[in-house]
């Protein structure tokens, strides 16, 4: 049994039974019938035409649940004329079904799941255990959607920006469970991008790409983190960053330029420095300008004064802060580091402690309450 080949085909499937009529919440149950009845059958039976057969027995199911809810009797005439078995035109689909789970009327975390189970072809299970909640919330959340999407008709082109948004929700959650969500999010980025021919698509398949690379190069054996200016750049991945800087560069020649190219140009500047001393922090502060800009972003905003910092000096950094609102998420933390670098020892070591309380993740509260330590350590050491 090649699960792949399901995970390919189940959001194809889906999307043929919406293109006939089927809602979408009766469609996705009938589909999952269907890849249960294949697990059974296909072992001792594999079909010729796998996709056909799955249409065939989706179809099937649909029409039987259709025909038992009295609730839809109306429609029974509609349903009555069943497609016969064949090859299954090909016409894709797809894409309906990225909008469809990007939909406005869904909150993020809701269009998150239904994104992951419909098109990345993830069961509730493995969904569940990546966000570390139980099987049966999951569940709940993803009938929920389902329920909300059903009877939606896109009579007009669906919203790219939600889309990416969603998909870069699903990137942002990282590793849990046995699904690597990063991973997931590049692969259904990459199948958008096969399907839509848009330069943030590119422009956030870059983002993901060049992030990612990183990734081994985060955390120490530990489990700690590292901070960027102390990665092993030997061990970040030199392939995925020269495709993702490829796929940019292809993004950037279309002249249409947007938040997700802005932030994978960033990226870009980082992943091409040697070494951090290297980094051209001058033309990543010349981006972070871009990108407010397009934005207007207050975190966009912090990220510029950080890097304003290194490009003209803490001084400049600390006044490009001093703007902000102090509330921002890791400001506390920003100051911390610029005042360090501007050897105000004692007050950078009073902030990292109150930025570690302020710290959203136990690896981001760890390594602020490292850095305080350190930094008092230097002091005791020096006086």
Avoid at 57 to 63: E, G, K
Avoid at 101 to 119: E, K, M, N
Avoid at 314 to 328: K, T
């Amino acid at each position: 049994m090649d699960e792949a080949l399901l995970r390919v085909l189940a959001p194809e499937v889906l999307a043929v039974l919406v293109r006939r009529g089927a809602d979408f919440a009766a469609a996705e149950d009938a589909v999952q019938e269907a890849l249960l009845e294949a697990v059974r059958r296909w072992p001792d039976e594999p079909p010729r035409d796998p996709k056909g057969w799955l249409v065939t027995v989706a179809w099937r199911r649909f029409l039987d649940a259709a025909r038992a809810d009295t609730a839809r009797r109306r429609r029974e005439d509609a349903l009555e004329e069943e497609p016969g078995p064949g090859p299954v035109p090909d016409r894709d689909d797809s894409l309906q079904l990225y909008f469809l789970c990007a939909h406005p009327s869904l909150t993020p975390s809701s269009a998150v799941a239904l994104t992951l189970r419909a098109v990345g072809g993830l069961t509730t299970r493995q969904i569940a255990a990546a966000y570390l909640v139980p099987e049966a919330t999951m569940a709940q959340r993803i009938s929920r959607a389902k329920r909300t999407v059903s009877g939606v008709r896109l009579d007009r082109p669906g919203d790219v920006a939600t889309v990416l948004r969603v998909l870069y929700l699903v990137f942002n959650e990282g590793y849990s469970g046995d699904v690597d969500l990063s991973a997931e999010a590049i692969r259904l980025t990459r199948q958008l991008a096969a399907r839509i021919d848009h330069p943030e698509v590119s422009g956030l398949l870059a983002l993901m790409l060049l992030h990612h690379a990183r990734r081994a190069g985060r955390t120490a054996p530990d489990g700690s983190l590292v901070p960027l200016a102390e990665q092993d750049r030997t061990r970040w991945d030199t392939a995925a960053i020269a495709e993702g800087v490829a796929v940019l560069q292809a993004a950037l020649a279309r002249d249409r330029l947007g938040e997700f190219q802005a932030q994978a140009a960033i990226a870009a500047l980082h992943a091409d420095a040697p070494t951090a001393a290297e980094t051209d922090w001058v033309q990543i502060v010349e981006w972070y300008d871009e990108l407010a800009a397009l934005t207007d972003n207050p975190v966009v905003r912090l990220n510029r004064a950080v890097a304003v910092g290194e490009a003209d000096g803490p001084r400049a950094g600390l006044a490009a802060l001093a703007a902000l609102d102090e509330s921002l998420p890791r400001h506390t933390a920003a100051r911390a580091y610029l005042l360090e670098r501007a050897d105000d020892l004692p007050t950078a070591a009073a902030l990292y402690a109150l930025a570690a309380h302020e710290a959203g993740t136990a690896a981001e509260r760890d390594h602020l309450i490292r850095q305080a330590a350190r930094l008092n350590t230097l002091l005791r050491e020096g006086s």
